[in-house]
């Protein structure tokens, strides 16, 4: 399949306020923009609060963002899997210390949809020691899955 044929879907399950509605520097935000000329389409998933509004908005012509209100345990914001559209070809997924990498991860696979993590690290900053433990452990849980796939890092470790 042509690179030009090609619909993208960038998954952020992380929960905060980074890259909230009306702010357009996140991430994901910045990758559709540079995708969006040698694709059909990018389709954004981004997790809020189940407090907040959901919300879809076209961005540029053939990229649209949505706010999809989520529980969440921490920063993990746990999707309902039915959000995401099957007819995509890629999926990045922001997948860094997230707890859904795997029911992701297995969604793909029964879609036929390529899953490309993307991960910016493998390391918990946190200063409280509890959660650094169990984000240290999600990682080590992540990292077994990434093997078996192409990720896109922004990370040495």
Not at 45 to 58: D, H, M, V
Not at 67 to 89: A, C, F, M, Q, W
Request: proline letters at 4%; one cysteine or more.
């Amino acid at each position: 399949m042509s690179i030009h044929k090609l619909k993208i879907g960038i998954l952020t399950t992380t929960i905060s306020n980074f890259g909230s509605t009306g702010f357009y520097n996140s991430q994901d935000i910045g990758l559709a923009r540079k995708l969006r000329d040698n694709v059909e389409f990018v389709n954004i998933y981004k997790l809020i609060s189940n407090k907040g509004k959901r919300l879809s908005e076209p961005l540029f012509p053939n990229v649209r963002v949505n706010y999809i209100p989520s529980r969440n345990i921490g920063v993990n914001g746990i999707l309902d899997i039915k959000e995401l559209d099957t007819d995509l070809d890629v999926l990045i997924y922001f997948s860094d210390t997230q707890l859904s990498l795997p029911r992701i991860n297995k969604w793909c696979l029964r879609n036929s949809i390529k899953l490309l993590p993307y991960i910016g690290t493998m390391k918990s900053n946190s200063k409280n020691p509890l959660i650094r433990k169990v984000n240290n452990l999600i990682s080590l849980r992540n990292a077994n899955i990434y093997k078996g796939l192409t990720c896109i890092v922004k990370t040495s470790q």
